[in-house]
Nanobody, 117 residues
Framework: QVQLVESGGGLVQPGGSLRLSCAVT??????????MRWYRQAPEKAREWVAV???????NYGDSVKGRFTISRDNAANTAYLQMNSLKPEDTAVYLC?????????WGQGTQVTVSS
């Protein structure tokens, strides 16, 4: 139905930046009808909501990333992004992309982000 593929994760030093991408393939409904969210999950921690961009481009962020991360979407490219700046070791996690639309919720496989010196 809906396929999401994250990319852009990797190893970065504290204070550095990384840009994650989530490429979305849809069938019945277009990408523009899906709200896009980023979550993250660190080992032995609960999954944490990071950011959301709505179908009309409104955005909200979790307190832990506010002011450092920016979520965006490019409907022509069927892609959502997460620009991560001023990265901290506690940002280390698997970052997962989620699409919420008329036909349900869908998840990507995740991409690993490691912040370490």
């Amino acid at each position: 139905q809906v396929q999401l593929v994250e990319s852009g994760g990797g190893l970065v030093q504290p204070g550095g930046s990384l840009r994650l991408s989530c490429a979305v393939t849809t069938t019945r409904y277009g990408f523009r009808f899906y709200a896009m969210r980023w979550y993250r999950q660190a080992p032995e921690k609960a999954r944490e909501w990071v950011a959301v961009v709505s179908v009309h481009n409104g955005t909200n962020y979790g307190d832990s990333v506010k002011g450092r991360f920016t979520i965006s979407r490019d409907n022509a490219a069927n892609t959502a992004y997460l620009q991560m700046n001023s990265l901290k070791p506690e940002d280390t996690a698997v970052y997962l992309c989620n699409a919420q639309g008329p036909d349900g919720d869908y998840w990507g496989q995740g991409t690993q982000v490691t912040v370490s010196s």
